[in-house]
């Protein structure tokens, strides 16, 4: 394992010792004040910073493996999913009996995304995921020790020089396959570089084409993926947290031909989509891709099973019907029955009264992000 070193998740091993660093570090029991007890901590500032570090190291007392770490990670999570989301509901899991899965998924919340994923498989017993998170979003070293020992590796984006791209893609793939062929872990990997800020959700060829970049000499890209038990995943949220940050973006990307982030934007990100509501969340697996005639054609198969998959929420035929004037002829929600908006009034309201609140530059932008799930089914 010393050639992944950089990148790859601690160990059991190194848990321990990592643990004491972040106890240790004032950064980041700050952070953890500012997020859970903002008005407390503006008020007593240190008293809070010793209260808190003192129930976490009561909390993480006895925790010596990954395990036993995702275990109190899961008491939070659930804390989570009970304030910040309707239903949390998944499918398909029971199709497969699978092991060394890369389960590779659409991408809408950077944090959320591989949470949900592992709590529907930490609840169906099976293990849950080593997840691949890119290096741009780790701006503090308190950050890194945190996703890395929450089974994250790391996706290296910030490469000066295209050789040392290649070096770290070579790595990264190298990586990927060591944990499925060798550890026998299952993967969660992203189907593009960032999150679908528009909603239309499409798998980068790139991606596959990192994937197997650690082939066998002589074996054909495609032969390669067969065998990596690729299978897509749709994750629905009914209010995307982040839906006016992505639809600023989106409209200075537009109307200015670029958007420069500000400081402290991608944390932002990670604070609202933990914090914020979410609606019902659905999180539907897919089936194994198999072998296709080319890159592309193995990505369009995963846009295909991943726009099918998708659960349409109140949200998105809302939105549909504010630009094309009716609601389409599509099932809605995990139940699968026809649109009926008298029976939405609560999501409607909710959501109307959503967009009131948003500048009248980027409300079009975030009506359109909503609205595209349904227009992909539509097409599909």
Not at 24 to 51: H, M, R, S, T
Not at 125 to 138: E, H, Y
Not at 159 to 164: N, P, S
Not at 194 to 219: C, F, H, N, W, Y
């Given at each position: 394992?010393?050639?992944?070193d950089?990148?790859r998740?601690?160990?059991?091993?190194?848990?321990?010792?990592?643990?004491?660093?972040?106890?240790?570090n004032?950064?980041?029991i700050?952070a953890l004040?500012?997020?859970k007890?903002?008005?407390?901590?503006?008020?007593?500032?240190q008293q809070?910073?010793?209260l808190?570090?003192?129930q976490l190291?009561?909390?993480?007392?006895?925790v010596?493996?990954v395990?036993?770490l995702?275990?109190?990670?899961?008491?939070?999570?659930s804390?989570l999913i009970e304030?910040q989301?309707?239903?949390?509901?998944?499918s398909g899991?029971?199709a497969?009996?699978?092991t060394?899965?890369l389960?590779m998924s659409?991408?809408?919340d950077?944090v959320?995304?591989?949470a949900f994923?592992n709590?529907?498989l930490f609840h169906?017993?099976?293990?849950?995921v080593?997840i691949?998170?890119g290096?741009n979003?780790l701006s503090?070293?308190f950050?890194?020790d945190?996703?890395?020992?929450?089974?994250s590796f790391?996706?290296?984006?910030?490469?000066?020089?295209?050789r040392?791209q290649?070096?770290?893609?070579?790595?990264?793939s190298?990586?990927i396959r060591h944990s499925l062929d060798?550890?026998?872990?299952?993967?969660?990997?992203?189907?593009?570089?960032?999150?679908a800020?528009?909603?239309?959700?499409?798998?980068?060829?790139a991606?596959?084409k990192m994937i197997?970049?650690s082939?066998d000499?002589?074996q054909s890209i495609?032969?390669?993926?067969?065998t990596?038990?690729?299978?897509?995943v749709?994750?629905?949220?009914?209010?995307d947290p982040?839906d006016?940050?992505k639809?600023k973006?989106l409209y200075y990307?537009d109307?200015q031909?670029s958007?420069?982030?500000s400081?402290?934007?991608?944390?932002?990100s990670?604070a609202?989509?933990?914090?914020?509501?979410?609606?019902?969340?659905?999180?539907?697996?897919g089936?194994?891709?198999q072998?296709?005639?080319?890159?592309?054609?193995?990505?369009?198969e995963?846009?295909r099973q991943?726009?099918?998959?998708?659960?349409l929420?109140?949200t998105?035929?809302i939105?549909y019907?504010?630009?094309?004037?009716s609601?389409p002829?599509?099932?809605?929600?995990?139940?699968?029955?026809?649109f009926?908006?008298?029976?939405?009034?609560?999501?409607?309201a909710?959501f109307?009264?959503?967009l009131?609140?948003?500048?009248a530059h980027w409300?079009q932008?975030?009506?359109n992000?909503?609205?595209k799930?349904?227009l992909n089914?539509?097409?599909?």
């Amino acid at each position: 394992m010393t050639n992944f070193d950089a990148i790859r998740p601690y160990n059991d091993n190194e848990v321990g010792e990592v643990l004491t660093r972040l106890l240790a570090n004032d950064d980041f029991i700050k952070a953890l004040c500012e997020f859970k007890l903002p008005g407390a901590y503006n008020a007593q500032g240190q008293q809070v910073i010793d209260l808190v570090r003192r129930q976490l190291s009561s909390e993480l007392e006895g925790v010596q493996t990954v395990h036993d770490l995702q275990l109190v990670v899961e008491r939070y999570l659930s804390d989570l999913i009970e304030s910040q989301t309707g239903a949390l509901t998944y499918s398909g899991l029971e199709a497969s009996n699978l092991t060394s899965v890369l389960f590779m998924s659409n991408h809408r919340d950077i944090v959320m995304d591989p949470a949900f994923v592992n709590w529907a498989l930490f609840h169906s017993k099976r293990d849950t995921v080593r997840i691949a998170i890119g290096d741009n979003l780790l701006s503090e070293p308190f950050v890194e020790d945190l996703m890395r020992l929450n089974k994250s590796f790391i996706v290296t984006r910030t490469a000066a020089t295209k050789r040392e791209q290649f070096r770290a893609l070579t790595l990264l793939s190298a990586y990927i396959r060591h944990s499925l062929d060798e550890d026998h872990a299952n993967i969660w990997i992203a189907q593009r570089e960032g999150r679908a800020k528009d909603g239309d959700d499409r798998t980068e060829p790139a991606v596959l084409k990192m994937i197997g970049m650690s082939k066998d000499k002589g074996q054909s890209i495609e032969d390669f993926l067969a065998t990596r038990h690729i299978v897509p995943v749709s994750i629905s949220y009914e209010f995307d947290p982040c839906d006016i940050l992505k639809a600023k973006e989106l409209y200075y990307r537009d109307t200015q031909g670029s958007y420069q982030k500000s400081a402290g934007e991608d944390e932002l990100s990670i604070a609202l989509g933990i914090s914020g509501y979410k609606g019902d969340v659905h999180i539907a697996f897919g089936t194994p891709v198999q072998s296709a005639d080319s890159v592309e054609a193995m990505a369009a198969e995963i846009d295909r099973q991943i726009i099918n998959n998708y659960v349409l929420h109140p949200t998105n035929f809302i939105a549909y019907q504010m630009i094309h004037g009716s609601y389409p002829d599509l099932p809605c929600g995990v139940s699968a029955k026809p649109f009926d908006i008298s029976e939405h009034a609560e999501s409607e309201a909710l959501f109307k009264g959503r967009l009131d609140g948003i500048d009248a530059h980027w409300r079009q932008w975030v009506i359109n992000a909503y609205a595209k799930p349904v227009l992909n089914k539509l097409a599909l």
